[in-house]
């Protein structure tokens, strides 16, 4: 099992690396990758340096991408073509996406959440066809949430969804969450 996160300048440092913390304690393989260089700075000035380059990537050798917010970080996510192709394969394959905050917005004007339940960072609700007001948000092989606060639940929603419920409730457990 092999995820993808994806980080852009402007990134949410919560919800990226809630989720990748959360996944590796669960045994899954994360690599983070930069969508312009080795060193992406966050909304609020942590420095991250990725595992990839985008550019280095293979989309086969992935089983699911998750999008972090932040502003513009899912800005300038939604601004890689190389993304968005991917993004629309996984979603022809059937592969698990996830996007929380403000990037669940790209699945929806790429087309991927038309006829899908989704939630989405409050008051951007409209920019959905079918918004939920919840934390996480699963329709068949997307799952999405509302932002820094429900991060770990989201990550752990990919954790079952990935690997199981009682792996995802063990781990609840272990994380106190």
Known sequence: MKVMVPLA???EEVEALTVVDVLRRADIQVDTVGVIG???NS???VRVMVDKRLS???Q???DAI???GGNPGYINLSRSGQLIEMLKKFNSQNKLIGAICGAPSILAKEG????KRATIFPGNEKLLAYPRDKPVVIDGNIITSQGPGTAMEFA???VEKLLGLDKAQKLKQELVA
């Open 38 to 40: 080795s060193v992406i």
């Open 156 to 158: 752990l929603r990919i």
């Open 60 to 62: 086969s050798d992935y």
């Open 66 to 68: 998750i999008l972090p």
């Open 9 to 11: 300048e402007g990134f």
């Open 112 to 115: 991927l959440l038309d006829n």
């Open 56 to 58: 280095e990537v293979l």
């Open 43 to 45: 909304a609020h000035g």
